[in-house]
């Protein structure tokens, strides 16, 4: 049995995806019967066994979302509970803060391994820019980490230029996936069902989905879905009704949790058409899982690994024309989109949460050698 530290900068109260990721490896962890702590900056949620607030944080805009980012833990409250709890492994999320998980770093026992995963892809000049000098400044407390590894394929350029680990492992987040729902039954003259599932921000495409749609033609059976919240819900109304297309295009609002799958299921094509900014994908994966026909997913950097193998299923979103086509080749290919399914839960399942969980669990059994050996 470990005795696990996971230490984030942020609070656990909001469902993003470094959160989900947090919060879904201690809950496997603990149930292999690993104790599991979550050391945080301000988190309200009363849920979690094991939690440790060390500070409050401040909201600011970073690599294109906002985030928390902590004002300065107090190093007495980290040495204390750093005493109490004699942690096997503290595992870091990364880029980190050095006045909260930094001072954790830095006041860790010497037979604790401390271990780091890059979980970003850095989309800017200023955001890169701002990683390399953390670099730069933290270059004394890294090497205090006994391994680092980096979410996706995308995130480990910013590994290797920052930090000087040309070694690290690709180790993606865990996915929590169910046995899939069975495809909801079609008649002959039921149109084909496009479904968007993401906030409603620029960021993740809506915009450029509907523009494409607005291409397809009027003569085929198809509508389009476009389940989230956010800033842009009312603009995208407004260019449905500009482009005649608004009778087609639902907006059902915030879909809970254990209707995702369901609402999944019964789409023919899933369009998940991010511009950027993505360091790995999580609703990627769960509509991989879950989809009752073919996924098409933004061609970012941070989208091609859980995509690997379907680069076939790439759109480049601000492409209109080839989005458009692209959209109506699988709309009009009933047998194409059934085909699709098979391969695609195969690559879901490289980020079960079971086996990410076990690729974690040797990646510390191998920092926990270099340390203790």
Sequence with gaps: MLRIGLVIDDGLDRPDGVQQIVLTLGRRLTALGHEVHYLTSSTERTDLANLHVLGRTVSVKFNGNRLGTPLPASRTAIRRLLAEVPFDVLHVTMPYSPVLAGRVVSAAHPRTAVVGQFVIYPQDALTRWGIRALGVLERRRLR?????????????????????????????????????????????????????????????????????????????????????????????????????????????????????????????????????????????????????????????????????????????????????????????????????????RAAAQRFEAGAITAQTLAWYEQALATRRG
């Design 144 to 344: 205090r980490f006994d391994a680092i590894s980096a979410l996706s394929v995308a995130a480990l350029d910013p590994v290797r230029e920052a930090f000087g680990r040309a070694d690290a492992p690709v180790i993606g987040g865990p996915v929590e996936l169910g046995e899939p729902l069975p495809a909801a039954e079609r008649g002959p003259g039921d149109p084909v069902r496009i479904v968007f599932l993401g906030r409603l921000v620029e960021r993740k495409g809506p915009r450029e989905l509907l523009a494409a749609a607005a291409r397809l033609s009027t003569d085929r059976p198809w509508t389009l879905t476009l389940a989230g919240r956010g800033p842009l819900l009312d603009d995208l109304r407004a260019r449905a009704r500009a482009a005649g297309i608004a009778d087609r295009v639902d907006f059902p609002g915030f879909v809970a949790e254990e209707d995702k799958r369901a609402l999944l299921a019964g789409a023919d094509v899933v369009a998940l058409p991010s511009t950027g900014g993505e360091s790995f994908g999580m609703s990627v994966v769960e509509a991989l899982a879950d989809a009752g026909g073919v996924v098409l997913a933004g061609d970012n950097a941070g989208y091609r690994t859980p995509m690997a193998g379907l680069e076939d299923q790439l759109v480049d979103p601000g492409d209109t024309a080839a989005f458009a086509a692209t959209l109506a080749r699988w709309v009009d290919d009933p047998d194409a989109r059934a085909a699709a399914v098979a391969p695609q």
